[in-house]
T-cell receptor
Framework: DGGITQSPKYLFRKEGQNVTLSCEQNLNHDAMYWYRQDPGQGLRLIYYSQIVNDFQKGDIAEGYSVSREKKESFPLTVTSAQKNPTAFYLC???????????FGAGSRLTVL | AQTVTQSQPEMSVQEAETVTLSCTYDTSESDYYLFWYKQPPSRQMILVIRQEAYKQQNATENRFSVNFQKAAKSFSLKISDSQLGDAAMYFCAYRSDPQGGSEKLVFGKGTKLTVNP
């Protein structure tokens, strides 16, 4: 079945450590996105990529980094520079020409 | 910048009844897209319904329909014959026309819907 796979589902990190969240899609979608969700908040865009080897900052990119070396993959690194990294992270993708995003099941990051 | 406002943090409805969730947005654009997404306890975001701004006819998907008022910048979601499985967070979202607008999908803060048996 086609879809988006995010891993790990739950992740714990000590302060000062970098952590990478995986996002893989087999939908042949061109665009991929990372959103952050906090309690009582809507989703906020961290980074997005429309093509391989290219990506743009969203509204809250500080403390995060991404790469897009393959069309199927868009990993997100939460660096130690991110002041409040505990959150739920959602990856999404979209086929060029469509307006609808398909979401993964999310990753919950907790900083201890 | 576009903003999306959901004024009802929580709503409740009796099973089999009808409920309407509110959404307003602010934009200076004439072409755009609006969406309602559902996030059940599993936290998987699921598209419920979408509306193109250039279409006057309100979108309908089975028990879900919208009341799109472009001049008022209002986009409410009506759920008819509510079912227990409808219990979830509902997010309203806005996207600019892809020809010249932002790539970004702007979300409201969500409305938590409880369905009472």
């Amino acid at each position: 079945d086609g879809g988006i796979t995010q891993s790990p589902k739950y992740l714990f990190r000590k302060e000062g450590q970098n952590v990478t969240l995986s996002c893989e899609q087999n939908l042949n979608h061109d665009a991929m996105y990372w959103y952050r969700q906090d309690p009582g908040q809507g989703l906020r865009l961290i980074y997005y990529s429309q093509i391989v080897n290219d990506f743009q900052k969203g509204d809250i990119a500080e403390g995060y980094s991404v790469s897009r070396e393959k069309k199927e993959s868009f990993p997100l690194t939460v660096t130690s520079a991110q002041k409040n990294p505990t959150a739920f992270y959602l990856c999404a993708s979209r086929w060029t020409g469509a307006n609808v995003l398909t979401f993964g099941a999310g990753s919950r990051l907790t900083v201890l | 910048a576009q903003t999306v406002t959901q004024s009802q943090p929580e709503m409740s409805v009796q099973e089999a009844e009808t409920v309407t969730l509110s959404c307003t947005y602010d934009t200076s654009e004439s072409d755009y897209y609006l969406f309602w997404y559902k996030q059940p306890p599993s936290r998987q975001m699921i598209l419920v319904i979408r509306q193109e701004a250039y279409k006057q006819q309100n979108a309908t998907e089975n028990r879900f329909s919208v009341n799109f008022q472009k001049a008022a910048k209002s986009f409410s979601l009506k759920i008819s014959d509510s079912q227990l499985g409808d219990a979830a967070m509902y997010f309203c979202a806005y996207r600019s026309d892809p020809q010249g607008g932002s790539e970004k999908l702007v979300f409201g803060k969500g409305t938590k819907l409880t369905v009472n048996p």
